[in-house]
């Protein structure tokens, strides 16, 4: 990586490859870039992403440049010291992923207009750290299903219903949040699942009402006949929740 030229033009943001495959930016490189930019914006610099991976955000295609945008305040000798900061910084980022680095303060109108069209900006908003979250959450769900499937134990299985409940939780608070962008008031889980039903969002009507009494039985899995129920039913509703990811709209 390094950063584009000031005595050239940048190059135009890539445009989409119908070869490609379209996958899952890996979560530990969104988390990284949040970090990055937070502590990049308490420096007084600005971060961004644009191109291909902005227009597909949260995904990304296989092969396809990072493009990282940025404008930095300050003197000469401040914005030196910055952007030797924020290369090193992108140099550690957790991927082989080619990235450009571009000083935007720097491109011509031409590129800044098009580029603009799409951008992802730095740090993440509410919404999109909410889906990381979700994403995380589901996904240690599934490596402790995996787990008490194989061990049988009732460590394993607790673990698995721990991750459940954490998931709920930021489920409902996550479509509480998409689906009031959309016009609906979500005042608790029920009407948080109702609303993402209306929206098209959730296609199976009993999971999901399912996945509400189970996260009313969870509280009394202190005793073991609940928390063989209980445990159950995790793989289906965990199929459940993966599914939801997928159909959700894009965060803001």
Do not use: C
């Not at 787990?147 to 459940?164: C, K, M, P």
């Not at 098209?200 to 009507?205: A, P, S, T, V």
């Amino acid at each position: 990586m390094k950063p584009s030229s000031p005595r050239e033009s940048p190059r135009m943001p890539e445009a989409f490859s119908p070869v490609r495959k379209l996958i899952p930016l890996p979560l530990q490189v969104r988390n990284y870039l949040h970090q990055v930019a937070k502590k990049q914006a308490r420096l007084g610099v600005r971060m961004f992403l644009f191109g291909s991976v902005a227009r597909t955000w949260p995904q990304a295609h296989i092969g396809a440049d990072l493009d990282i945008g940025y404008e930095i305040e300050g003197n000469r000798i401040d914005r030196a010291d910055r952007l030797e900061s924020l290369e090193r910084d992108i140099e550690a980022l957790p991927s082989i992923r080619p990235v450009d680095l571009v000083d935007f303060s720097k491109v011509g109108e031409a590129f800044r207009a098009q580029a603009l069209q799409h951008t992802v900006n730095l740090p993440m908003t509410l919404s999109q750290q909410q889906r990381n979250d979700l994403e995380a959450i589901v996904g240690r769900w599934r490596e402790a299903l995996a787990a008490w499937q194989l061990t049988g134990s009732d460590r394993d299985r607790d673990a698995a219903i721990l991750r459940f409940k954490l998931g709920y939780e930021v489920a409902w608070k996550h479509l509480q949040w998409l689906t009031r962008e959309e016009g609906l008031e979500s005042n608790g889980p029920r009407q948080a699942f109702e609303n993402a039903f209306r929206l098209g969002w959730i296609d199976d009507e009993v999971l999901w009402n399912d996945a509400i009494k189970a996260r009313n039985l969870a509280i009394h899995v202190y005793r073991e006949v609940f928390a063989i129920e209980l445990a159950a039913e995790l793989p289906r509703l965990h199929a459940g929740f993966e599914g939801l990811i997928t159909r959700l709209p894009p965060p803001r």
